[in-house]
């Protein structure tokens, strides 16, 4: 119903920024881009994927992980199906594979991780320090 496809990671120095992009194609008569919730997750080795940020329908709630609030930016384009992720600051720390995701239910828990149908195939952010 949803194909997702992350772009944008890459090599960046300790403090320095990287803006990740996130394309939805909708595959459904009834449902719009707008009918999902958007996330960010992101993986390194051996962990589990963990919360980022996400955002709802109409981007007028946005969610952060502690770990992240003030440096990362989500935001949505929805006439244009595209999600994306600013990160500031970075830190080594957030070196990880990052996935956007994309949820349907009538009622979400944002942070949760079983609570996002679709995923994208991740895309790999590497801060040097």
């Known amino acids: 119903q949803v194909q997702l496809v992350e772009s944008g990671g890459g090599l960046v120095q300790a403090g320095g920024s990287l803006r990740l992009s996130c394309a939805a194609s909708i595959r459904t008569f009834s449902n719009t881009f707008s009918t999902y919730y958007m996330g960010w997750f992101r993986q390194t080795p051996g962990k589990e994927r963990e919360f980022v940020t996400a955002?709802?329908?109409?981007?007028?709630?946005?969610y952060y992980a502690d770990s992240v609030k003030g440096r990362f930016t989500i935001s949505r384009d929805n006439a244009k199906n595209m999600m994306y992720l600013q990160m500031n600051s970075l830190k080594p720390e957030d070196t990880a594979v990052y996935f956007c995701a994309a949820g349907s239910r009538a009622t979400m828990m944002p942070l949760r991780l079983y609570e996002y149908d679709y995923w994208g195939q991740g895309t790999q952010v590497t801060v040097s320090s």
């Open positions: 955002i709802s329908r109409s981007a007028e709630s946005t």
